[in-house]
């Protein structure tokens, strides 16, 4: 089956709200591409003003995190329903970041995921090993794991629709990008778990986009490979390269 492309960016704690209205005029004319899906992951201050700026193009906006609760006494919290007020589609979730330096755990992603998907939002659930557990032979199984609990619960159909972002801990930031092979190779482990977890053709649908250190240089590399449905981008994000990547068929 043929997957659409998913090409999202992840400004992380990047852009003012004026420097992401900036940012979103210089890529306006470089990240029209019909034949893929285009997000912005952005900053919950910049999101009002994102999603207003974008409007009458082809690019959706991602929040980078939301809480799993409705409302109430949640002091800092961004609930699902005010997302979906404010025009977000997509919502980032589990990012190493989010798991490394503010300790969500796998059970508090899932909870995260339902609540996104009671609220018709789409998940980019993230996942990835760290340098160390990669040299003890264990990424498969981690991601697996992390895989596995985050989508507990986790309907078919609903399945279908989600995104799984892979990014090995060790690539993210670091310029050090994992091979075309390597990230394949995980890929389809993704894969080959969403098809024993439920079955081929929710498989064969969900998107799993690759993350960490991609680049206009080595795009074409990773987004040839079968099982690489997208990219999760950071760093390449926040400039003008950004609309390369957008453009990596053409
Ligand atoms: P990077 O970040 O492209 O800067 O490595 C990717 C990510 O963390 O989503």
Known sequence: MARRKIIAGNWKMNMTPSEALALVETLKPLVNNDDVDVVYGVPAIDIV??????????????????????????????????????????????????????????????????????????????????????????TMEWIR??????????????????????EPIWAIGTGKTATADQAEEVCKGIRDCIAEMYDEATADAIRIQYGGSMKASNCKELLAKPDIDGGLIGGASLKAEFGEIVNYNK
Do not use: W
């Open 49 to 138: 003003p994102v999603v207003e700026a974008v409007k009458g193009t082809n690019v959706k906006v991602a929040a980078e995190n939301m809480y799993f609760e409705e409302k109430g006494a949640y002091t800092g919290e961004i609930s699902p329903a005010m997302l979906v007020d404010a025009g977000v589609s997509y919502v980032i979730l589990g990012h190493s970041e989010r798991r490394g330096y503010f300790y969500e755990t796998s059970e508090d992603i899932n909870k995260k995921i339902l609540k996104a998907f009671e609220h018709g939002l789409t998940p980019i659930m993230c996942c990835g090993e760290s340098l160390e557990q990669r040299e003890q032979g264990i």
């Open 145 to 166: 794991q992390q895989v596995k609990v985050g989508f507990q619960g986790v309907t078919a159909d609903q399945a279908k629709t989600a995104v799984i972002a892979y």
